[in-house]
């Protein structure tokens, strides 16, 4: 069983595309304080993980491919589009690009960063001037931009699965979850019984299917 020429070991894209990812983020989500700028860094390390396996080494094919090899003998492992793993362990016949998963994993990721840059400026916008963000996506969830880096990382996921990124993925929800516990204690003590009532109102990541728009406090 041999690769493709040229299938991985493309380091340079492995650069490139994590700095284009990571740089994009950047914008979309502005880290001022050093709670945001781990939170970024989290995900840049997931970003490199994951183009590191897309483009430099397939660790996950090689640690799976005598289960795959066995399983699946007709699909060539370490051809690059067999990283695809979803949609050739569905069988999907044509161009892994335009496949359900393929598709599915760029709503999910423009989803994401819709949501972080609509919320930075909502939130951006209610720290000047010293109240609670509640309009916009702050109607609907308490934390949407943390729930926009989730929705990139599971679109990330879908994508182009890794034993290593599906490592990752649960401490990083673990760790977004907690970064957005912590910034609620803050805003109570800032807020008071402000922030309680619009905490009882607005869930924190999933909105409720009615939910009635928070007033501002």
């Known amino acids: 069983m041999t690769a493709e020429p040229q299938s991985y070991g493309l380091w340079l894209l492995v650069i490139v595309n994590s700095a284009v990812f990571i740089l994009f983020a950047l914008s979309f989500f502005r ?20 183009f590191t396996e897309m483009y430099g080494f397939p660790l996950t094919l090689y640690v799976l491919s005598g289960w795959l090899q066995s399983a699946y003998p007709q699909v060539n492992w370490f051809a690059h589009e067999s990283g695809h793993l979803l949609e050739m362990l569905f069988g999907w016949k044509s161009n892994p690009h335009f496949g359900p998963f393929h598709l599915l ?17 909502v939130l951006w916008t209610a720290q000047r001037q010293g109240r609670i963000a509640v309009i916009g ?22 994508q182009w699965p890794t034993l290593l990124t599906l490592a990752m993925y649960p401490l990083l929800v673990w760790m977004y979850v907690r970064l957005a516990r912590i910034e609620e204690r803050e805003s109570e003590r800032r807020f008071g019984d402000a922030y309680r009532r619009y905490a009882a109102r607005v869930p924190a990541f999933w909105p409720a ?5 928070a007033r501002t406090p």
Do not use: N
Request: glycine residues 10%.
């Open 137 to 158: 996506p702050y109607a609907r969830l308490r934390h949407p931009q943390y729930a926009g880096f989730v929705l990139i990382l599971t679109g990330f996921l879908v």
């Open 105 to 121: 994993s760029f709503a999910l990721i423009g989803g994401g960063f819709w949501l972080i840059a609509v919320s930075w400026h």
């Open 31 to 50: 880290p001022q304080t050093q709670r945001d700028w781990r939170s970024l860094g989290a995900f840049g390390a997931f970003v490199v993980a994951l």
């Open 209 to 213: 299917w009615r939910q009635k728009p």
